[in-house]
């Protein structure tokens, strides 16, 4: 049965706790025999006065009283030792949930970047928090309250047979109808369920997020009735499965619930013949009372036993969403790591896809970059450029050909080291909430005081310090204190500035900030460049036209290669773009251009 | 009482009521047979004392039997159909209310609340109260009448008796309602924590790729790895004290059972009742806290759902903006009359004045967070003002209903929203009742056919969730050709800040040069030199107005604007070295 891979998974999780979730079964289990205990005190009772009808002054009423006071005492018994098993249960739930997070955070951590690129950290976070609460759940009530809903109806089991097998017989027929409903119901019908029902379910919530991003457009427009058709039809769906599963269910688990408490229509008839006929009536009637005091326990522990397996069938998807993202493959490492001479980049024959399905990215894509000199990669989005980036930083690993650094293939580096001698700048900021010093230093955790300041101040982030009510020592993304874009791009390059790596991957992308912000961010740019090895992706044909060597990517490949004034005498594709460009600068909207405002060189 | 809390249908109400009616008669229907269990003990004792002979009648009590196990039945799937059919239709119903009451509410109530905000309120919130009503809202009034019905009957039959069985139940709901004053301070305290852990896990994976190449990771891993812990074992030592609490409460209402014993066998020896009395008592003893224990576990769920069902009336009774319907524009010049406007308490823009006219490109520019895209919502009453007024056409556009006043504005923003839906479907969004023959007429104006044609399925192509196939460049361009197929006379611009590969850059400045033409304009400016030809410039700084005049004008007035057109300039000079 898929339910016992569960736990099974899950027992592995628990580590040395599983001795506390065994002790909480354990208990759990007692405590629902001792509960049942209390149910034949109840018996017992009937039993004496039965005996002791014909004459009633026999009865012993402190005797009575007694087991009255036993039943009452075992019940608290029965809740102590249950909340034992609860404490237990909570404390193997609290040790493997902190486990799992703690383990899934530091798995996460070595995981390829190319994973958080494409697994965007709102979602992770959210996988993360939801599924793990859902296993503290299962552990800390679902399972005690599983080993105590299938202890009971195993000892009942026990009591029957010692007591009238006859009877047992006659009322085991509804439990084993019971359990064969129940394992009809929750057989593979179910789980196709709950995987339709989960599919629906997130139907509806893309179709939410849909409606809710395209509100302003749809208000806009005026587009009432339309607006809606997505999200009722992905309502509707999601309604209409969820009433097609009830009612495909109705007679099922009516039939069960009848089952479960129509222990008496076997019995009486059981009881009635066997009176009629037997030649033991005493031992008939007690054993009549006995099954008549005792089958309602039957019906809510069957009852139980329904919720805590479906609820098990649910818990399976969290604890595979778990899995899923720790079977996530780490970054390779190389056993020998080489280190570079040098940092000339060689791109060597590289081809690189984005999974099985997509198309190559990059296809047989080969170009060097000398030490310290500007390669711009140009093109339409969707060409290659940020893949190439990517690569170099080791996002992905290529799968056919090699980068290499000073000679040494990236993959045959230890990946901090290499890291620590690439900046990336401008993939987005990605700052902490901490202060703007501790930001600044975050890659050279003992740089001096001086050194943060003089990086800062070469990044022109003196206005920011000059804003902050504590300067550099600002807490920033807390209390109110937020710095707008331009601001968090150069504090990022502040700190790209003291990390001082010789080589730099380049993003012009979002550059477009406000003049001011703008300005100040290409500063800071000359600065950072001075003498390193730069791969830029640029945007802007402007501020390329010095760059020792301009890729002109298509589709994944090198279409043309060269400097600027080489690639212009192609008349090539740069040239064409180039041409583009010249007339998109010179636009003006609303009316006539402005003669000789071209920006040329 | 169910419709004003969950803000269902009255018909929903009644029928999950009617659900939990049924479900009185099911616990009562479970609880039945045990009359007849003890008629037929006391027939099998009647003839073992032999005060009764013969055999005892089978056929009798086995077709009774019988009918109560039908009614069981019957009972059981008249609840279960009515539960689950009221509580998926007014899931549905909701779902669909919430979904029209938000296209209804003022653009600034979605732009406070973040995008998944606002979806999981929709989501979790209505599961939240859909399971009250499937699972909570039935069983509770079951569970509770039939508990209530038993123990009367029980009652007038012997007092003493029933009254042992019932003894314990205030002192249950005594210690419910203390659970519930201690929880409602502990679940602020616990949202707050579990927040804390989500937002050190959204920094920790936000900034993973910064932690990867400095040595800070193990540290930071470590440091987030003790609030986990620390905060985690404070949730589950409260979330055992709660299951405790309601292991406790169920059980003392068991403690009845004993205690009937006590009672019972006492009244038994001084004659006060008949051993059959006294058998029955206790097989319902046995049978009745069942239901009872049902109700309060629904009841916990119901409880529960308050917040969601809080919220979610909220969101229904929030005020929508009012104004006439019957608007009929006479000129299109948007004048900002002393507008000052806040936001989240925070002033925005203070006493801007002046007038975006008719035919005429007004252009806004100023440093980011200056105001510009403020004023531009402000204009298409997205918000209303704190103070002054907007007015179109000389009327305060405050009197004019959101959807009529929209009906005259075009926007291209620069957050282009696409469905996930065919390219066709996604441009005929400017006009609901388009031909085809209009729509790709607006395509072609926008510069987008090129790039649809080369679609697999050309128009008809899918785009994926918000248009992830398509660059930024042709996004801006479908968005476009909603603008040009809706045709407003005010069109409201927000130029694109992203970088657009050039090709795609000047078919945009194309297809925006179309657009324009003859139109109300009022544009959001980042690159200065792409306005110098409009009719008039407004610069801002801070949400004051600073200098406004044509670019001549200000190029002479040596203020803001000449100076971030002259940074401009020198930025776009720049280069690698």
């Known amino acids: 049965m898929k339910e016992k891979g569960v736990l099974g998974r899950l027992f592995r999780h628990m580590g040395m706790f599983r001795i506390t979730m065994a002790i909480s079964i354990v208990l759990s289990a007692v405590s629902s025999v001792i509960n049942l205990y209390a149910f034949v005190c109840v018996y017992d009772v009937a039993k004496e006065i039965v005996r002791s009808l014909g004459n009633m002054h026999a009865l012993d009423q402190a005797d009575m009283v007694d087991m009255g006071w036993r039943a009452v005492f075992l019940i608290l018994m029965s809740f102590g030792i249950y909340g034992l098993a609860l404490l237990f249960s909570h404390i193997t739930a609290f040790n493997t949930v902190a486990k799992l997070r703690i383990q899934i955070v530091r798995h996460i951590g070595n995981l390829p970047l190319g994973y958080h690129a494409t697994n965007p950290s709102g979602k992770q976070r959210k996988i993360i928090e939801k599924n793990s609460d859902n296993l503290e759940t299962l552990i800390a ?221 990059l296809d047989d894509i080969s170009f060097d970059v000398p030490e310290g000199t500007i390669t711009a990669l140009v093109g339409k989005s969707g060409g290659g450029k940020s893949t190439i980036a990517n690569l170099i930083a080791r996002f992905w690993d290529v799968d056919e050909g090699a980068i290499r650094v000073g000679g040494v293939d990236v993959r045959e580096m230890d990946y901090k080291h290499w890291m620590k001698r690439v900046s990336m700048v401008f993939q987005d900021t990605n700052l902490f909430k901490t202060s703007v010093k501790e930001n600044v230093a975050v890659f050279n955790p003992d740089a001096s005081r001086e050194d943060i300041f003089q990086a800062l101040h070469l990044a022109q982030c003196d206005d920011i310090l000059e804003k902050l009510p504590q300067g550099a020592d600002t807490v920033i993304g807390t209390n109110g204190i937020y710095l707008s874009g331009g601001e968090m791009q150069r504090i990022a390059l502040a700190r790209a500035i003291l990390k001082n790596a010789p080589v730099v991957l380049l993003d012009e992308a979002t550059a477009f900030a406000d003049a001011e912000n703008e300005y100040r961010i290409q500063k800071a740019l000359d600065e950072l460049l001075r003498g390193k090895t730069v791969i830029m992706i640029a945007h802007r044909l402007s501020t390329i036209i010095h760059a020792d060597q301009i890729c002109v990517l298509e589709r994944g490949k090198i279409v043309e290669k060269g400097t600027h004034r080489e690639l212009m005498g192609m008349h090539g594709a740069y040239a064409k773009m180039r041409e583009e460009y010249q007339s998109s600068i010179s636009w003006r909207i609303g009316g006539q251009q402005y003669a000789g405002a071209r920006i040329s060189h | 009482m169910l419709e004003r809390v969950y803000r269902i249908s009255d018909e929903g109400s009644w029928n999950i009521l009617k659900s939990g009616l049924y479900m009185c008669l099911f616990n009562l229907a479970t609880l039945l047979p045990v009359l007849l269990l003890a008629m037929v003990a006391d027939e099998m004792m009647n003839r073992y004392f032999g005060i009764a002979h013969g055999s005892i009648p089978l056929w009798g009590y086995w077709g009774t039997a019988f009918l109560l196990l039908c009614a069981i039945y019957f009972a059981y799937r008249m609840t279960y159909r009515k539960k689950y059919l009221t509580s998926t239709q007014e899931d549905m119903r909701l779902r669909m209310g919430i979904a029209d009451k938000i296209r209804r509410l003022p653009l600034s109530y979605i732009g406070r609340r973040d995008l998944s905000d606002l979806a999981s309120t929709v989501m979790d919130d209505v599961a939240a109260v859909e399971l009250a009503l499937s699972t909570g809202a039935a069983e509770f009034i079951g569970g509770f009448l039939s508990g209530v019905t038993t123990l009367a009957i029980l009652a007038f039959y012997n007092w003493k008796l029933a009254g042992s069985l019932a003894v314990c139940l205030p002192l249950v709901v005594i210690v419910m309602f203390l659970c519930r004053i201690i929880s409602e301070g502990t679940n602020q305290r ?337 690159k200065l030199r792409s306005i110098v030809a409009c009719d008039k410039i407004v610069v801002l700084n801070e949400g004051n107005v600073m200098e406004s005049g044509t670019h001549e004008e200000l190029m002479q007035e040596d203020g803001l604007y000449h100076r971030l057109y002259s940074l401009q300039s020198e930025s776009l000079a720049w280069e690698v070295k």
Request: glycine residues 8%; proline residues 3%; neutral net charge.
């Open chain 2, 190 to 526: 616990n949202r707050q924590k579990k927040l804390d852990i989500s937002d050190g896990l959204q920094e920790y994976l936000e900034t993973i790729k910064v932690l990867r190449s400095s040595e800070e990771m193990e540290g930071y891993q470590n440091r987030l790895s003790v609030t986990i812990k620390r905060i985690l074992k404070g949730l589950v030592l409260y979330e055992f004290l709660s299951g405790f609490a309601i292991g406790l409460a169920h059980n003392i209402m068991r403690i009845g059972l004993g205690l009937i014993i006590v009672t019972g066998s006492t009244l038994l020896i001084s004659g006060e009742i008949h051993f059959f009395a006294f058998l029955l008592f206790l097989l319902v003893a046995v049978r009745i806290y069942e239901p009872l224990t049902k109700a309060c576990e629904s009841l916990g769920v119901m409880i529960s759902s308050l917040v969601s069902a809080g919220r979610i009336r909220d969101l229904m009774d929030y005020p929508e903006q009012q104004g006439d319907a019957s608007w009929q524009p006479k000129s299109f010049d948007i004048f900002f009359d002393h507008v000052s406007f806040a936001y989240n308490k925070k002033d925005v823009l203070h006493d801007v004045s002046f007038t975006a006219k008719q035919g005429q490109i007004t252009a806004l520019v100023g440093p980011s967070g200056c105001g510009k895209s403020t004023l531009c919502r402000l204009a298409a009453r997205f918000w209303d003002v704190s103070r002054g007024s907007v007015s179109l056409g000389g009327l305060n556009i405050n009197e004019i209903a959101p959807d009529t006043l929209l009906k005259h504005y075009a926007f291209v923003f620069q957050d282009v929203v696409l469905f996930n839906d065919t390219i066709y479907n996604n441009i005929k969004i400017g006009k609901e009742n388009a031909t085809r023959e209009e729509v790709l007429t607006a395509a072609k104006l926008a510069c987008c056919d090129e790039f649809i044609d080369r679609l697999p399925q050309g128009y008809d192509t899918v785009i994926g969730e918000n248009g992830m196939t398509l660059s930024g460049g042709e996004r801006q361009r479908l968005s476009i050709a909603r603008a040009f197929l809706k045709d407003a006379p005010v069109i409201l611009l927000d130029e694109s800040t992203a970088s657009i590969d050039p090709e795609n850059e000047t078919k945009i400045q194309k297809a925006i040069g179309r657009l324009v033409a003859n139109k109300t304009v009022l544009i959001i400016a980042h």
């Open chain 1, 141 to 361: 009530h679902q399972i005690p309250d599983f080993a105590g809903a299938v202890a009971l109806p195993i000892a009942f089991l026990v009591f029957m047979f010692v007591y009238d097998w006859r009877l047992s017989f006659i009322c085991l027929i509804p439990i084993l109808v019971g359990f064969g409903i129940l394992y009809y119901m929750l057989k593979d019908e179910s789980e196709g369920f709950a995987k339709q029902y989960q599919k629906s379910a997130e139907d509806i919530s893309n179709a939410v997020t849909e409606y809710i991003r395209g509100i302003a457009v749809v208000k806009v427009f005026g587009q009432t009735a339309n607006s809606f058709r997505h999200y009722k039809a992905a309502v509707k769906e999601y309604g209409d499965y969820l009433l097609k599963y009830a009612l495909s269910m109705q007679n099922t688990d009516s039939l069960y619930h009848a089952a479960i408490n129509g222990i008496f229509f076997f019995l009486i008839p059981g009881g009635i013949i066997l009176f009629n006929t037997g030649s033991n009536p005493e031992k008939t009637i007690l054993s009549f009372l006995f099954f008549s005091v005792l089958i309602p326990t039957v019906a809510t522990f069957l009852a139980r036993i329904m919720n805590s397996s479906s609820n098990l069938m649910l818990s399976k998807a969290s604890l595979d969403a778990i899995d899923r993202i720790l079977k996530e493959k780490p970054l390779p490492e190389t056993k020998k790591p080489q280190s570079p001479m040098g940092y000339d980049i060689s791109i060597d024959h590289v081809s690189f896809s984005y999974g099985e399905t997509a198309g190559k990215a």
